[in-house]
């Protein structure tokens, strides 16, 4: 395995705000179309398990794209692969913006007890192509976790990672309140999305202009891969050899300390949240009867809150409490959360919200960090991009299957999320060892 210099700099303190604002603005553009995707899939022929096979396209291609992309950003750098990430997402915007002008004449009519009711339209069809474009190209968060990485230090790690949580609330509480106005105006739902491909234009610029290079020493792993580091304009410089493996393999990752348990944890929160994100729309939208500005308000305070949360309130329990009672205590509070959305009255929901809000907000920028000081600096992206296919896994099977479940057990689905965040939170006791370990990870 050789090692490479890329064009790189040192970094401070200073340059988180560059990796925050792309990490912003690349939210904000993915959540401007959150609240009337439901809307849009009922308007073009779908259900409840149509939008959730719509969702679950993204994780099925991302499963795909993360893995490659974590690695290259190990081998070329963090830049270059967000670029590319976010170049993918530009392209994915102007393919959702061709649905609007295609006709919603059925292609196919379904009507079974099994999968419901639906009519397959082209509009559809170029819903279900938009996010496949996307999700191949969708490594933009595990590599923006790996830049983050790869600049703080294990004294800062947990408050660095609460901020890029932050970041990414910011997004997410602009995002559904400019989809709540813009959505409202006379032109409908097509001008949130050329928003987004606004937005993801404005993150490209950012990314280029704004960003540097974050990765001092970059892994090349085998000849094989020498034309894609020349597509990326990298300079092939052999400098020593390092004994050992080639190429970093799954084994390897799994190896780490702790790491089968971290990921498992991955895995289950990942798969309740994918179980809340694809049955609460279509929730508010059928039994609620909201509208697609409730719905994005509903989401705008949700992630006020836990904005409010990953900053202050994170910053100064982190220091005073052990992360694996974080990980157990926040992961309890989002259970009880996910619970509470079972009654429909809106004191009940919006007490839900503020609950989720508490106890993501503690739980997951907290294993984030834990992942990031078990991972070590030499397979930093390998194991964010590792983390992100096991996470796209488990948002495949818990859209799939939440859409099912709605459409067969209504709100029952979310005690079921809260069934699986529990279970993650009762595994994350066995963390109590991450700063010796961690300590010792991060320095192979």
């Excluded at 939208?285 to 006020?304: H, I």
């Excluded at 005690?415 to 529990?422: D, G, N, R, T």
Aim: net charge neutral.
């Amino acid at each position: 395995m050789a090692i490479e210099t890329a064009d790189y700099e040192p970094q401070s303190r200073a340059s988180l705000l560059p990796i925050l604002s792309v990490n912003f603005v690349g939210t904000l553009g993915f959540s401007i179309v959150v609240p009337f995707m439901v809307f849009l899939v009922a308007q073009w022929g779908g259900n409840a398990i149509i939008y959730g096979a719509l969702a679950s396209t993204y994780s099925v291609f991302q499963l795909i794209g993360a893995p490659i992309l974590g690695r290259w950003s190990d081998q070329v750098g963090r830049r270059k692969v967000l670029l590319l990430s976010q170049l993918g997402t530009m392209l994915s915007w102007i393919i959702f913006l061709t649905a609007f002008a295609m006709p919603a004449s059925s292609l196919l009519d379904v009507d079974n007890a099994l999968l419901g009711q639906f009519s397959l339209t082209l509009p559809l069809i170029i819903l279900f192509l938009a996010r496949a474009a996307d999700g191949l190209t969708g490594g933009n968060v595990s590599v923006a976790n790996a830049y983050l990485a790869d600049i703080t230090d294990d004294a800062h790690r947990t408050k660095d990672f609460g901020k890029m949580a932050m970041s990414t609330n910011a997004g997410f509480i602009l995002g559904p309140a400019l989809a709540g106005l813009l959505g409202a105006t006379v032109f409908g739902e097509i001008v949130p999305v050329l928003a987004a491909l606004a937005i993801s234009i404005i993150a490209s610029a950012l990314i280029l202009l704004g960003l540097k290079e974050s990765h001092a020493e970059v892994l090349k792993s085998k000849p094989g891969l020498r034309n894609a580091c020349k597509v990326f304009g990298q300079d092939t410089k052999e400098v020593y050899q390092l004994k050992g493996r080639e190429e970093t393999s799954n084994r390897d990752i799994l190896r780490l300390p702790l790491m089968p348990a971290l990921l498992t944890v991955n895995f289950l929160v990942m798969l309740g949240f994918s179980f809340f994100y694809i049955a609460f729309p279509v929730h508010a939208a059928t039994q609620l009867s909201w509208t697609v500005t409730e719905t994005g308000v509903f989401f705008a305070v949700l992630s006020l809150w836990m904005m409010i949360v990953q900053g202050p309130l994170l910053s100064r329990v982190s220091g005073l409490v052990p992360q694996n009672i974080l990980l157990l205590v926040g992961g309890l509070i989002l259970s009880l959360g996910f619970i509470l959305l079972f009654w429909e009255s809106s004191t009940a929901i919006y007490l839900a919200a503020l609950l989720i809000a508490v106890g993501n907000g503690l739980m997951w920028p907290t294993f984030t960090a834990v992942l990031s000081e078990f991972a070590g600096r030499r397979l930093q992206g390998a194991v964010q991009g590792f983390a992100s296919s096991l996470g796209a896994a488990a948002s495949i099977f818990g859209l799939l299957a939440g859409g099912l479940l709605y459409n067969w057990a209504g709100a029952w689905v979310f005690p079921l999320a809260a069934v699986v965040i529990a279970t993650a939170a009762m595994i994350s006791v066995s963390f109590r060892r991450v700063n010796e370990s961690g300590a010792e990870a991060s320095s192979k």
